[in-house]
């Protein structure tokens, strides 16, 4: 019975690790507004899952039109 219970267990164990994906959350000093990596920006053309760096230099926050240099990265 257990050895049945940790049969999957251990093939899992065997899989490669894969690396985490963590997504950053950056917020904008100016206004408060929170880019989530994981959310993207959709109705700015920015697909879910944008890395910050990934965002184009000449993006703006939507809500005060700070710069991305105007943003820092948060912890949730
Ligand atoms: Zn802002």
């Known amino acids: 019975m257990q050895y049945i219970l940790c049969e999957p267990f251990a093939a899992k164990f065997n899989q490669p690790t894969r690396e985490k ?3 950053k959350t950056w917020m904008c000093l ?10 993207g920006l959709p109705e700015e053309g920015i697909p879910e899952g ?7 230099m000449n993006w703006l926050c939507p809500e005060c039109a700070a710069r991305k240099e105007d943003f820092e990265m948060v912890e949730i």
Do not use: F, L, N
């Open 30 to 39: 100016i206004c408060g507004w929170i880019y989530d990596e994981a959310a």
């Open 50 to 56: 944008t890395p910050w760096d990934q965002v184009p």
């Open 21 to 23: 994906i963590v997504t």
